[in-house]
Every structure is written in C-alpha cells, then in structure tokens.
Nanobody
Framework: VQLQASGGGLVQTGGSLRLSCTRS????????LAWFRQAPGKEREFVAA???????YYADSVKGRFTISRNNAKTTVYLQMNNLKPEDAALYYC???????????????????WGQGTLVTVSS
C-alpha cells in the first residue's frame, strides 16, 4: 500500500484548504484511513479518520471545521479544512491501517502505512 498526500499550502486565518491522499495497492474492507499532523516541536497528533471506510471521527480541536471523506472507489481520502486557525499549521500526514480496532484509531503508532506529508501554513 502506498499513500500520496497533496493539497497543502499557505492560507490566511479563516481560509480553507482541501487535502487529498491517494492510496494505491491492495484493498481491504477493514482499512482505516486517517489524517495526522505534526507542528514543529510537537508530537504527531490525530486529526480525523474514516474507520473501515464507514464512520468518521475527529479530534475535538477540529470538529465542526474539518471534514474527512473518501471517494466511491475508496482510493482517495480528503480532508476539507475550513475556518483555519494559526494553530492548525503543521505537516499533515495521511495514514492507513488494515487491522485497527476502534480504540486504536487515535494512536499514530498503530498505523502501518504513511504518506509523505503535506505542509499547511496559516498566516494570521
């Protein structure tokens, strides 16, 4: 499984961006796709996930502003980010795992496959 993330860029506070993560390789119905982010000097943190291609989950800090979705072919996962804040600035990574249980979804160590990251910068 390979993941390719794109869509990052520079945006003003209050602006929007849409990140994309294209997945190639084998498909498993149990796959969970997620977005994590890491700001300089901070640990990587969970942002959002689609658990086993169905239910969506969000970090409290992005609820109501970010939306995770996928295409019908299950090859691409998107992260629509609205009302961006300076604290959202980070390197955003997409991740995938074929064997997660729900309680493991929030931990980055539980994901086997990672994209290369795409940088989001938010100017104040």
């Amino acid at each position: 499984v390979q993941l390719q993330a794109s869509g990052g860029g520079l945006v003003q506070t209050g602006g929007s961006l849409r990140l994309s993560c294209t997945r190639s390789g084998r498909t498993s119905s149990g796959t969970t796709l997620a977005w994590f982010r890491q700001a300089p000097g901070k640990e990587r943190e969970f942002v959002a996930a689609i658990f086993r291609f169905t239910n969506t989950y969000y970090a409290d800090s992005v609820k109501g502003r970010f939306t995770i979705s996928r295409n019908n072919a299950k090859t691409t996962v998107y992260l629509q980010m609205n009302n961006l804040k300076p604290e959202d600035a980070a390197l955003y990574y997409c991740a995938a795992s074929e064997t997660l249980i729900l309680s493991s979804m929030y931990g980055s160590d539980n994901y086997k496959y990672w994209g290369q990251g795409t940088l989001v910068t938010v100017s104040s």
